[in-house]
């Protein structure tokens, strides 16, 4: 029980560190531009694989097809110009639904 | 795919922020909702909604599964309500059953590693002294992050807290409910709930490569590196490398100045 309580606590503590250090410290701070460039590409790239972990999983043990129509149904969805909810209850449905039928 | 390629086509070129060719009405489309706090706080309301659906969804799992793993169900909202990391979570509650504190917290941390560089980016767009600019960078979630992000670099502050603000008690309530019902997981897997987050970080990722289509190889080198990446190592190490991706835009040409209006990464479509 202590070791839990004893982690929960170092992981809180750490993570307080990791979000809040970068913020003190850099303050007005600017970044060069070859830094800039590449944190402005930092979040597609972060995105992309987000959704690449999420869909497969660790040692990709969550790996589902029936994953991969609904999320394509959210994509066209969203470049048929969906609010960003409606993209995701119309990819939730259809996953679902493959589900329910399977 | 002829919508797609019209939908990134839309506006195709996100030229570098600093732009000299870009017009002040560029630069005010930049920034939507600058000098409207409302309406951003509002935006990342918005945002948040979304995220939160899948937090909760994903939290009720985590109470869940941390239970079953011989977790109390007070801690493990306790945790939830301080950490607010669901990758990290996960991994904590994992390697703690397995190993000791030390290369459970080790683990848990390299999954966040990834927080570092995402909340040193937003310090410049953070107001108010050393201490209070740390207190909002505690805000720094993948979602609301990316959300928040103007296509000159800077981060609209007020959305980001917004969008985080609406997704915390989300977690937590889902972990409370995860913990003390401990509902069967096939539940969430029978209604898709699973799938609210990968859905949403690709309406994301869709928004912010149809302002800068020259981020595409890049997200899909990402995306393949992170797939590979999971197969083997942690998600958060995953994670990290795929980041990695972005440094290639360094190597690419540098496009030809634009002026059109540009989209912000997460901007809702009206």
């Given amino acids: ?102 | 795919m002829r919508t797609l390629r019209s939908f990134l086509a839309r506006s195709p070129a996100r030229s570098p922020a600093r732009s000299p060719a870009r017009s002040p009405a560029d630069s005010r489309a930049d920034r939507p909702v600058a000098g409207k706090p409302v309406n951003s706080w509002w935006a990342g309301l918005r945002v948040g909604l979304g995220l939160a659906t899948g937090a909760f969804a994903l939290a009720v799992t985590f109470g869940a599964f941390a239970v079953t793993h011989g977790w109390p169900a007070g801690l493990t909202i306790l945790m939830s309500l301080f950490v607010f990391s669901g990758s990290a979570q996960f991994t904590l509650v994992t390697t703690l059953t397995s190993g000791g504190v030390g290369p459970a917290v080790a683990g848990a941390a390299l999954m966040n590693l990834r927080f570092v560089p995402m909340a040193a980016a937003t310090a410049r767009s953070l107001r108010g002294g050393r201490w209070w600019r740390a207190v909002q960078g505690q805000a720094v979630v993948d979602g609301s992050w990316v959300s928040a992000q103007r296509a000159d670099g800077t981060f609209d502050r007020d959305k980001m807290l917004a969008a985080t603000l609406v997704q915390w008690p989300a977690w937590v309530l889902g972990t409370a409910i995860g913990a003390l019902a401990v509902p069967s997981t096939s539940i969430i897997h029978t209604a898709g709930l699973d799938l609210v987050f990968p859905a949403f970080f690709l309406v994301l990722l869709l928004d912010s490569l149809s302002a800068s289509s020259r981020l595409i190889p890049i997200a899909l080198a990402a995306a393949a590196i992170a797939g590979v990446s999971c197969r083997f190592l942690p998600a958060g190490v995953a994670l990290l490398l795929a980041s990695l991706a972005a440094l290639s835009v360094l190597w690419m040409p540098t496009p030809a100045p634009a002026n059109r209006r540009t989209r912000p990464a997460g901007e809702l479509a009206p």
């Fill in chain 1, 1 to 102: 029980m202590i070791a839990m309580w004893s982690a929960v606590a170092a992981l809180a503590v750490i993570n307080l560190v990791f979000k809040g250090a970068g913020p003190a410290i850099l303050g007005d701070h600017q970044f060069g531009a070859r830094t800039q460039t590449a944190l402005d590409a930092l979040p597609a790239a972060l995105l992309a694989g987000l959704i690449a972990v999420d869909l497969l999983g660790p040692h990709w043990d969550n790996a589902d097809w029936t994953m991969l129509p609904g999320l394509a149904t959210a994509g066209v969805a969203r470049t048929r110009g969906l609010p960003h909810l409606a993209c995701i209850l119309a990819g939730v449905a259809v996953t679902a639904a493959l589900r329910t039928l399977g």
